[in-house]
């Protein structure tokens, strides 16, 4: 009786530090997503398909998210889009490493690229398309690497805020819109 007693307790403890663990490690994550740019709010799934027609990235190009959460927004890109390669900058350790699982796990290892980096060390000059779903102020200072980087004819799609002063800098707004509860806008390099 006392053994059974002893390795419950074991596997409790055991249970008990790997859940804590956990928990501790998802906050962590929480606080350097909000600390570098946006927090973890991944989009609902059932808007993404939706979203990237409206963002038109069926052009067999190279698509970016950049703060791409757990990958779903890259998954969907080349599940149903026809995007030449997706690749994404994710600087918190959960949604990365969640992103990892769930490409390795569809099989997508080829056509996926992550980097688990600060988006401000991207390069974005293969990119055509490239999409943010951040807040202002993370935007705002990306204007010059999207300036100096993104090719002419390349396009941004930004879910829920406009990018400010976009006519000063070099960005035409093609259209705007909105899908469930996100407004979208969608810019082209010039
Ligand atoms: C609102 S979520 C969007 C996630 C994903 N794009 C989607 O639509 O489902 C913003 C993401 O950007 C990431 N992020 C914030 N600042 C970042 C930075 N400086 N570099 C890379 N990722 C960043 C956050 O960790 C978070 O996962």
């Known amino acids: 009786m006392e053994i059974i007693r002893i390795l419950f307790l074991f596997f409790f403890v055991v249970f008990e530090i790997a859940f804590l663990s956990f ?16 927090p973890y709010v991944p989009l609902p799934k059932k808007s993404i ?12 190009g190279d698509f970016y998210d950049l703060g791409s959460g757990d990958g779903r927004v890259l998954i969907e890109a080349v599940k149903n889009f026809r995007v030449k390669r997706a690749v994404g900058y994710e600087i918190s350790p959960w949604p990365y490493w969640k992103s990892r699982f769930l490409i390795r796990y569809q099989n997508l290892k080829e056509k996926i690229d992550i980097f688990k980096e600060d988006f401000q060390n991207s390069d974005l000059r293969e990119a055509d398309s490239v999409f943010l779903y951040l807040y202002p102020e993370a935007v705002k200072k990306l204007i010059p690497k999207f300036k100096e ?4 004819g390349s ?12 006519g000063k800098l070099d960005l035409k707004l093609i259209k705007t819109g909105k899908i469930d509860r ?8 010039i």
Request: charged share 20%; hydrophobic share 50%.
């Open 23 to 38: 928990a501790v490690f998802v906050l962590a994550s929480g606080f350097i997503s909000q600390a570098k740019g946006a």
């Open 49 to 60: 398909k939706n979203i990237l027609k409206f963002a038109e990235i069926e052009n067999g």
């Open 149 to 152: 980087e993104l090719a002419f």
């Open 155 to 166: 396009r941004i799609i930004s879910a829920s805020f406009p990018i400010d002063e976009s």
């Open 182 to 189: 996100f407004n979208l806008f969608l810019y082209e390099k």
